[in-house]
């Protein structure tokens, strides 16, 4: 009698035969593809061509190409690499092997790709841009533009792209752009790159990797406007029209001659504190503005508007608005009534500081009294201005008080006397 034996099919051999079994499958090709039905959960049927490319089928009927990999740590991945419709076979066969090249060169392609999608955005640092650097280390008005230029420019285009797929295209698309205001354009990109340099230091980018460089930036031409002898006395007429008729409350009409007649900018007039104002020593002393410390001397006409002011004081404000406590806003479009009333259309507000310098320069005025005058930190900001005879400072703001009072008045200019040199 002839005895036959068989092998007993273990646990073993039964691992061992399924593993065998998935090796012989076919080749994934659209027919097999097409061919295969869900079932009551996920399965996988694997290529025969290419170890670790396969056909995920979910109960769903949603099937994709996935890959199978252990890292360099030993640690089994899986990845899909696309659907199903999307990418044919030979497609997801194509890229599937990209991708599992890079895995014999030590890459995580899975974990590269969830590194992706939790990557920071623009979005994310300019939140702690904003936090951690503008609102620290910056003026708040600094701060509060900064604000502005992301929420109009730079998030609308970029903010939900992750910070290390910005390239220099987006940072030159974002700056052409803007092309039709230079100064914008070149404001915002600055922004951006500074963000970027950030994001470098924060260890969210790599170093050296900023988009902006070598960007050009638009050649930007700075407007020179002064008010002549004829638009201040029309603007002069306006401002007594407006005081006669009431059509302006007090306290910007005092506004309006403050930054004519002290050559202050305008956060520094509209935060101005009685606290900050010596009439004995005619200044205005400010703990802060745009340079630091600074100190506005007072001539005359300015401390007559100021006086005229104090009168009524009622707050800590010397520009007080409308609400009991608060401070004056909304100048500017006072600004735009008076100055259509006078005629000086093209006039902005910045240009009443331009005015009071360039007054003192045609007064003859020194290059370094006029800077000093108007808190300019660097010689070269006045340079624009005049580089005269040099002048004691509360007699050259003397000076260039009474011109202005009498040209807004239409007065023809006095005899002015000779100052003192060598202050």
Known sequence: MLLIAYPVLTPACLRWTRSRALQTMPKLTVRVVENEKPTDRDRVVWDDGLLGFGLRVKPSGVKSFVIQYRNAHNRQRRLTVGRVGVLTPEQARDKARKLLVAVSDGGDPAAERRQSRTAPTIEDLAVRYLTEHAGQKKKPRSAEEDARNLRIHVLPS?????????????????????????????RTLALLSKMMNLAELWGWKPDGTNPCRHVERYKEIKRERF??????????????EAEYTASLAQSILAAIRLLMFTGARLNEVLTLRWEYVSFEARTMRLPDSKTGAKTIYLNPPALEVLQG??????????????????RLVGLRKAWCRLRAKAGLGDVRIHDLRHTFASMGAASGLTLQSIGRLMGHTQTATTQRYAHLASDPLVQASDLVGQRLADAMQGRARGEVLPLRRGA
Do not use: K, Q
């Open 158 to 186: 970029l903010g939900s792209r992750p910070i290390a797929a910005v390239t220099r295209a987006d940072a030159h698309a974002l700056h052409h752009a803007m092309r039709a205001t230079p100064g914008a354009a070149n």
């Open 227 to 240: 008010l002549s002898a004829d638009e201040l006395a029309r603007l002069g007429a306006a401002l007594a």
């Open 309 to 326: 002011l104090r009168a009524s004081a009622d707050s800590e404000w010397v520009l007080r608005g409308r609400d009991a406590g608060r």
